[in-house]
């Protein structure tokens, strides 16, 4: 069965460093999604994705952040100027034409 | 935005009983209700969704209902078994299916 994959599992940055998150949808989906889990808290979203163009974007995807699919399979997410505050699981998720998403395993961000 | 408040945050049952987890929504124009069980270390996976033209569904162990007047949905979990241990989250979209997640119930089942 497919799923959604993410690299890297893991990644440990200092703060105000660049980090690139990265996603590889479900081969037929057209809808991406990020969201971001704090530890302890409430998985949150962040962005939608459509037709190569941002959908939706909540409150936290400020000017830092940005996505991008660069090519047929990649979705990425990327943060600019890391903060101890963006320390947290991210997940990637894809829809095909019906409701569900699908969600990769997930990418635990530690900013230092 | 949207609102999705989930209770108990912890659940613990002997085998074999049932779990019930509620959830409520706060915008009454939410019409997918989606139900994700997340095992340590794993993806979310979703276990069951319901949309709001139907009052209840059911796949084997597993039921949802929905009270859109009440505007609060729950997940029905029969004879639990060990592997049902988890953390359970439910969630509510409308049609752009941007999903908002209550905070989570996490299921011990003691054997």
């Known amino acids: 069965e497919p799923e959604v994959t993410q690299t890297p599992s893991h990644q440990v940055t200092q703060m105000g460093q660049e980090v690139i998150l990265r996603c590889v949808p479900i081969s037929n989906h057209l809808y991406f999604y990020w969201y971001r889990q704090i530890l302890g808290q409430k998985v949150e979203f962040l962005v939608s994705f459509y037709n190569n163009e941002i959908s939706e974007k909540s409150e936290i995807f400020d000017d830092q952040f940005s996505v991008e699919r660069p090519d047929g399979s990649n979705f990425t997410l990327k943060i600019r100027s890391t903060k101890l505050e963006d320390s947290a699981m991210y997940f990637c998720a894809s829809r095909g034409v019906g409701e569900t998403q699908y969600f990769g395993p997930g990418t635990r961000l530690l900013v230092l | 935005g949207e609102n999705v408040e989930q209770h108990p945050s912890t659940l613990s049952v002997q085998e074999g009983d049932s779990a019930v987890i509620k959830c409520t929504y706060s915008d009454s124009a939410s019409n997918y209700f989606p139900w994700y069980k997340q095992e340590l270390g794993k993806r979310p996976q979703l276990i069951i969704d319901?949309?709001?033209?139907?009052g209840e569904k059911k796949d084997q162990r597993i039921a949802v209902t929905l009270n859109k007047t009440a505007k609060h949905f729950s997940l029905h979990i029969t004879e639990t078994q060990p592997e049902d241990s988890a953390v359970y989250f439910c969630a509510a979209s409308k049609n752009d299916y941007k999903l908002s997640f209550g905070a989570g119930t996490t299921v011990t089942v003691r054997a």
């Open positions: 319901i949309r709001s033209n139907v």
